[in-house]
């Protein structure tokens, strides 16, 4: 497509779908397995969440305080904004019923040596 078009023109996506993206953090000592498998289930629970094209969930960084966990279900445009909030919510619940820990962030300090 022409730069002049995207610049002059009204643009219209008349997509029907988008990927949203939710990202979570659990402990380093929880069990990464049980976490997905949670999530997973979770995901293909709800109702707005479209099984085609497959949702990722995975792994995607070691943070400091947590692992992080990307998920990214395919849903509806209209139902892109309510998603967030209910997977969040059903999230929260789930993996503290399970015990899957969702740690605050964390900072330790050292002092070496004396204090003069």
């Known amino acids: ?21 939710i990202r979570v953090g659990v402990a380093y000592e929880s069990n990464l397995q049980l976490a997905l498998s949670t999530i997973r289930d979770l995901v293909k629970a709800n109702p707005r969440v479209l099984a085609e094209p497959t949702p990722v969930i ?26 967030a909030g209910e997977l969040n919510l059903s999230l ?19 002092l070496i040596g004396g204090v003069p």
């Open 58 to 83: 995975q792994v995607v960084t070691l943070a400091d305080s947590a692992v992080q966990i990307v998920i990214k279900p395919w849903v509806a445009v209209a139902d892109y904004g309510p998603v």
């Open 92 to 110: 929260i619940e789930e993996l503290r019923r399970r015990s899957i820990g969702i740690p605050y962030a964390q900072c330790e300090v050292r």
């Open 1 to 21: 497509m022409p730069n002049c078009k995207v610049v002059g023109e009204i643009l219209h996506n008349y997509g029907r779908i988008r990927q949203s993206e």
